[in-house]
Every structure is written in structure tokens, then in C-alpha cells.
């Protein structure tokens, strides 16, 4: 009971409120009887126009059956009624152009007295009870569907960015796809655990000859691997407003996504982890994906080093990861350069045509 | 209370000053990254870049806006121009449209390169097409202004479910609760200067800021509905700062700058303006005084 309540008073109140707003030039002399907000002054609407308006009220735009003219005003301008416009307090009244002058020639009079008759007709129209109720309505439901879609698309949005919860598991089917459509987002920013490793791309420039012997099983010898991440890095820590962080993204962001895969698939790692055959297909399937995805940027980052650095006779190359942990916190003053670790991810055959970064072309490995 | 915050929404567009400077943020955080990125376009966006090899992610539009280099660097010539437009408050309305249009463009073409502000971006955008001009000065009750009042909420609550979200994840980590999240953060080269390297070393500042990080993100939502509010926003604009400095995240720095901005009440901007002018004022008096003292001090 307390709620319906709630809700009539609610409404009642907004659709008081309502019925002297705002959709049509109707709200006008609402707003000008009420008081100012903010230090802003409101004028009645009739005191706002400009002074020769005044011979040119017909009543074909008037406004409803509040407006009312000053006394000057109507001395000044036999009308039965006010023109009054919705550009209200802007100055210019619309349409003014249109405006035969009043009273003065009689037969532009007999002219417009049609156009009268049809106005007053609309003006009938408008102001009966049901037009009136379906006006209310058509601009509670605006008001009531906007509100109401902020609340669900808020709560849709807290629902997705939240970990993973038994509650958000039963409608996760629901959640993930409608929120990743329109509004996606991960606000983890360095939590649960922050990055606490430096990585970097180490690319080896490869001719035709030297990718024969890799494919027929040959080992690739441990020289002449560039670093091309951490030459973007020095310069990022050097020189803040540079692109530098934006071309190393791509080769950091693809080295994680082969990997450990894209955030999506954690659900399904620890799911795997419990004994979950279904899950453990899935993951393995869909991270050969994620792999075959990032080796071709990858590949293509690499090839771009190559030929920009003057490899002019590369024909593949191939691909090395290198991790570098942090040192824990209490080997912090530690002065030992922590021990790198190699992952390899392979050796393709380079892609001809990539765009240089200019950034390369002075690098010395 | 419901019914005059109800009336209230309906009748006057709230906080018009945290809205202009969410825009100035968000514009000069887009030219910045695009006059910063202008060289490698070719490497990043163009037809023969990175991000060619992998057409299935573009979208059309993204694909046929990126298919020349002459057409790669014109789409990002009309990003910063109406970023700049956002910027000035020039046609705010329009140009926050066609700016959306066009960020989602260029983030289909090469979504690798994003960061945190970027992601910030795409979600506030959205809001900021409901948010009345910047140079309206007159307004007629309704609809327009209750939409940019929803817009403005929303922008906020988007914010709280930010700083929320990220605290959220903070308490869950070891590293956070242990106090040496920061320390670990700051000798990871690509989120460190040699200053914040060694600054992070000492056991006191280490976790004094990694912990005000948590306290800070995670009491947003709450603080900034209380006498707080002001003291919070100072904290958080420090905060970014730092994190502009000291870890050169500088285009996510300047959005969340702006995203605090937006809950700052019209009353509160133009006591800080007022601030700023009486500090003004009395700096250039003891200015002018110096040497009418010095004067004074040779008699």
C-alpha cells in the first residue's frame, strides 16, 4: 500500500508538474509565472517581445488559454487573443515573416479569417480532455522509460564489471553480450595482482636459406636477437608525449593474448583446473585461436623491424619472448640484474608491405 | 525529497560546469593522443599497417575510412578537429555525435593499442550526446533538460563504478593488502621513472600510497555524496597527476581528471573560480607592492 501510494503521489505530482511543461509552446506562460532559478530572471513572455509585435497579434500562434497580455498591450492591439510564440524568451518570434499585417487592410483580414477558424479548431482538438491525457502520458512514459533504462543499464553495467559471483554466473548469458555490445569495460586497472614482470618481443631477422635449414630441423643460434620492445620503453620513460606507448601496446597486448589468452577465457581456465573436460576443450580450442591471431601481428610488427632496419633479404622470422621478473620486495636494494627467461612462439614467413614505425631505422641491437 | 529532486530534474541542468570541463578533458586528451600519433599512422592505422592483417576485427566503416593513407590520416585529422571543437565548446552537442561515430572507427581499426582513458572514452561518450550545449544559456524545462540531468548522473555513476570496481580488485590482492603493490608497479620499466623506481623503495611512502589508493578508490562512491566531496577531488586530481608523472599514463590522467570534475556542483566551481581570482588579486598587489616597499625602505 505504501508503495502504490508512493507511486500516485509521484505521479500525481509529476503529471501536475507536467501538465504545465514544456514539449509545446503551451509551458511558456507557465514558466514565466514561475520564480527565477539561479539568479536567472523570467520575464512574462508578453513583456519579452519586441515592440512592434504587438501590431502583428492575429491569434492564428497563439499559445493557450493562460497567456494573457499586459493592459498596454491590448489597448495597443484590438485582438481577441495574443500572439505569443515558442521561441518565447529567445527574442525573434517564429514565423514572423508569415504575418499578414492586422487591421489595418480588411481584405488580407477576410484572408486569413480561414486560417483563423482552422486554428481555433486545432486549438479544440488539442485542449479536449483526451488529447490532453494522451499528451500527459505519451511525456510520463519519456520520462519514466529514460529513467528507468539509466537504472537497468547501470545496474547491467555494475553486474558486468563485477568479478565472477554465482549470481553473475546464472546470468552471465544474459549480461556479457548485451554490456560487451554497447558499453564494454574492465576497470581491474593493476589488481588483483599488478603487472610485476618486463616484457619484451625478440625478433630474428631470417634469409631464405636459414628458414630452410630451421624447417628441415636446424637449430636457430642464440645471436642476433633484437629486443624491439624495450627501445620503446627507454624512450616512453624519456620522453612522455611521444607515441612511443601506443607502438608498444600491440606487441605487448599480442604477446599476452598467445600466452595466456584473452580476459574472457578466466572463467573457463579455472573451471578447467577443477576437472571440467567440457572446459578444458573449449579453452584449448578457443586459445589456438587467440594464437593463430596474435603470431600474424606479431609477424607482421617483426617483419616491419626488418625491412626498416635494412634486413632487405628476410625472409622469415622468428619469434622470442622474454620475461623479466621484478625482484620481490624484500630483495629491493639488490643490485643483480634479475635472470631473464626466453619463451619461444616460432618462425613464419615475413609479410612484405607493412608500413615502417620511423623509429627503428636508427637502431643498433 | 523525491518529489523536489524530481521537480529539480526537470527544471534546471545540473552541474553545466563539471560538464564543460569533462568536455575541455576529453578533447584535449584525444588532440593530444592524436598530434602525438600523427607520425606513425601509417605504422598503426593505415592501409598497410599493424593493423591490416587482421580485417575481421575492423568494421566496414573502419575499413573503408583506413583503405588509403590519405583517408587514414584524415580520419584522424577530423578526430582532433572535433575534439578541438568539444575542447572550445564550439557545437558541442553535434560534434560529441560525430566524435563518437568516429572513435568507434578508429578503436575498431586498431583495438591493440588501447589503454584505460581510451576505454573511458567509449563509455562516457554515449552519455555526453544527452548533455545540453556549452553555450546555452537559456533553457526551456523538459525533456532537454532532463535528459542532460540523466546524462549527467550517469556520467557520475559511471565514475563511482570506476573508482568502485578498481578498489573492488585492489582488496582482493595480496600484493595491495601487503602494502607493495606500488613498489612492484613502479620497477616494471614501462609504468616507472627512475624517480618513482626508487621513491617506491622506502617501507613508509610504499604503503602510505598504495593503501590511500585503495581507501581513496574504494570510498569514492560514498565520499563524493558527502561534505567530502571537495577533499576527495583534490586527492583524486593529485593522484592523476602522479600517475600522469611518474607512470606516463597521461591521456587516462586527464579523462578520470575530468570524470571527478563532473561532481563538482556549479555552486563549488564558482567558489574555486572566486578563490582563484582573490589569490590572483593578491598576488599581483604584493607584487605591486615590492617596490613602492622597497621605496619606502630606502628612505
Not at chain 2, 560538464?19 to 600523427?38: H, K, P, S
Not at chain 2, 575510412?65 to 578541438?84: K, M, P, Q, W, Y
Request: glycine share 6%.
Amino acid at each position: 500500500m505504501v508503495g502504490i501510494s508512493t507511486y500516485q503521489w509521484l505521479l500525481g505530482g509529476a503529471t501536475r508538474r507536467l501538465g504545465r511543461l514544456s514539449l509545446t509552446s503551451s509551458s511558456e506562460p507557465a514558466l514565466a509565472q514561475r520564480p527565477a532559478r539561479s539568479g536567472r530572471p523570467r520575464e512574462p513572455l508578453w513583456e519579452q517581445r519586441p515592440a512592434h509585435s504587438a501590431q502583428r497579434s492575429c491569434g492564428l500562434w497563439t499559445m493557450g488559454p493562460r497567456a494573457k497580455p499586459s493592459r498596454s498591450r491590448r489597448l495597443a492591439a484590438p485582438s481577441t487573443s495574443v500572439w505569443t510564440t515558442s521561441s518565447g524568451n529567445r527574442g525573434t518570434p517564429r514565423g514572423a515573416s508569415k504575418l499578414p499585417a492586422y487591421g489595418h487592410d480588411r481584405a488580407m483580414q477576410r484572408e486569413a479569417a480561414p486560417m483563423r477558424r482552422a486554428a481555433s479548431v486545432l486549438r479544440a482538438v488539442r485542449q479536449h480532455w483526451v488529447a490532453r491525457l494522451a499528451r500527459r502520458a505519451f511525456r510520463m512514459a519519456i520520462l519514466a522509460g529514460t529513467a528507468s533504462g539509466l537504472v537497468l543499464h547501470l545496474l547491467l553495467t555494475v553486474a558486468y564489471v563485477l568479478p565472477l559471483t554465482p549470481a553473475k554466473m546464472k546470468y552471465e548469458g544474459i549480461v556479457d553480450p548485451v554490456v560487451r555490445a554497447y558499453a564494454d569495460q574492465k576497470w581491474s586497472l593493476f589488481a588483483p595482482a599488478p603487472l610485476a614482470v618486463n616484457e619484451s618481443l625478440l625478433v630474428k631477422c631470417i634469409s631464405e636459406p636459414e628458414y630452410g635449414q630451421v624447417r628441415n630441423g636446424g637449430q636457430l643460434g642464440s645471436d642476433a636477437w633484437a629486443d624491439i620492445t624495450r627501445p620503446l620503453v627507454l624512450a616512453h620513460r624519456d620522453k612522455r608525449l611521444a607515441p612511443y606507448d601506443r607502438l608498444q601496446r600491440p606487441q605487448g597486448a599480442r604477446l599476452r593474448e598467445f600466452f595466456t589468452g584473452s580476459y574472457d577465457l578466466i572463467s573457463w581456465h579455472h573451471a578447467c583446473a577443477k576437472g571440467s573436460e567440457e572446459a578444458c576443450r573449449f579453452e584449448s580450442e578457443v586459445m589456438r585461436l587467440y594464437r593463430v591471431d596474435a603470431a600474424n601481428v606479431l609477424t607482421a610488427i617483426a617483419s616491419s623491424f626488418c625491412f626498416e632496419v635494412g634486413h632487405s633479404n628476410t625472409f622469415a622470422v622468428a619469434l622470442r619472448l622474454r620475461e623479466i621478473p621484478v625482484k620481490p620486495w624484500s630483495r629491493r636494494y639488490d643490485s643483480s640484474p634479475s635472470e631473464p627467461m626466453d619463451f619461444d612462439i616460432g618462425t613464419f614467413p615475413a609479410v612484405r608491405g607493412i608500413a615502417p614505425s620511423n623509429v627503428f631505422a636508427s637502431y643498433r641491437p | 525529497v523525491i518529489r523536489s529532486t524530481f521537480d529539480r530534474l526537470l527544471h534546471e541542468p545540473l552541474h553545466r560546469s563539471g560538464q564543460r570541463a569533462l568536455q575541455l578533458a576529453l578533447g584535449a586528451m584525444i588532440c593530444f593522443r592524436v598530434i602525438t600519433e600523427w607520425p606513425a599512422i601509417s605504422y598503426l592505422f593505415g592501409p598497410h599497417s599493424i593493423a591490416s592483417i587482421e580485417p575481421s576485427v575492423s568494421s566496414y566503416l573502419a575499413a573503408k575510412a583506413f583503405s588509403t593513407d590519405f583517408r587514414a590520416h584524415a580520419t584522424l585529422a577530423i578526430e582532433a578537429g572535433l575534439a578541438s571543437c568539444l575542447a572550445l565548446g564550439f557545437a558541442t552537442r553535434w560534434a560529441t555525435i560525430a566524435l563518437l561515430l568516429v572513435v568507434k572507427i578508429v578503436f575498431a581499426r586498431q583495438p591493440w593499442i588501447l589503454d584505460g582513458g581510451d576505454n573511458v572514452v567509449g563509455v562516457v561518450l554515449p552519455y555526453m550526446c544527452f548533455l545540453l550545449p556549452a553555450r546555452t544559456k537559456n533553457w526551456h524545462a523538459g525533456i532537454r533538460v532532463w535528459l542532460h540531468n540523466l546524462g549527467v548522473i550517469a556520467i557520475i555513476a559511471q565514475t563511482c563504478i570506476i573508482y568502485w570496481t578498481a578498489g573492488f580488485y585492489k582488496i582482493q590482492g595480496s600484493m595491495w593488502t601487503g602494502g607493495t603493490a606500488l613498489y612492484a608497479i613502479s620497477q616494471v620499466d614501462l609504468f616507472s621513472t627512475p624517480l618513482s623506481s626508487a621513491m617506491f623503495k622506502n617501507p613508509w611512502i610504499v604503503t602510505i600510497c598504495t593503501y590511500a589508493t585503495m581507501i581513496h578508490q574504494i570510498w569514492f562512491p560514498i565520499a563524493i555524496f558527502t561534505r567530502l566531496r571537495p577533499l576527495w577531488i583534490a586527492v583524486g586530481t593529485m593522484f592523476h597527476i602522479s600517475i600522469a608523472i611518474l607512470m606516463g599514463l597521461l591521456p587516462f590522467s586527464i579523462i578520470m581528471m575530468g570524470m571527478e570534475w563532473v561532481t563538482l556542483r556549479d555552486a563549488e566551481f564558482a567558489y574555486l573560480g572566486r578563490s582563484l581570482s582573490r589569490s590572483r588579486q593578491f598576488i599581483t598587489r604584493a607584487i605591486r607592492l615590492r617596490p613602492s616597499l622597497a621605496r619606502a625602505g630606502q628612505r
